[in-house]
């Protein structure tokens, strides 16, 4: 069993900075991709960064220059640094790994996704 946990959402103004982190446990044996979403009140849930196993990072447009995206792979472990928030960047951020787990001998491929964390900008 997989289990993802994602910590440091909290409460900023605008301008201001989090760290988010999503660490995953349980029977891993590789870690490809590593994402994180955004959803905002009444919105989509987005993609905002991908890593890939080789670690190159992309973004969406809007938050290129201010978020980086970064992987730990001893520990199974991606961040999200988020710098010069704004308000518009309020949302649930979810991260979502691609991960190869064995399960019962069996070796099983399949997206984890954590349960969200909210990161609310004030103006």
């Known amino acids: 069993q997989v289990q993802l946990v994602e910590s440091g959402g909290g409460l900023v103004q605008a301008g201001g900075s989090l760290r988010l982190s999503c660490a995953a446990y349980?029977?891993?044996?590789?870690?490809?991709?590593m994402e994180w979403y955004r959803q905002a009140p009444g919105k989509q849930r987005e993609l905002v960064a991908r890593v890939s196993s080789g670690g190159t990072a992309t973004y969406v447009d809007s938050v290129k220059g201010r978020f980086t995206i970064a992987r730990h792979n001893s520990v199974n472990t991606v961040y999200l640094d988020v710098n010069n928030l704004k308000p518009e960047d309020t949302a649930v951020y979810y991260c979502?790994?691609?991960?190869?787990?064995?399960?019962?001998?069996?070796?099983?491929?399949?997206?984890?996704w954590g349960k969200g964390t909210l990161v609310t900008v004030s103006s």
């Open positions: 979502k790994l691609d991960i190869v787990a064995a399960d019962l001998g069996i070796n099983i491929r399949r997206d984890y």
């Open positions: 349980g029977n891993i044996l590789a870690v490809a991709s």
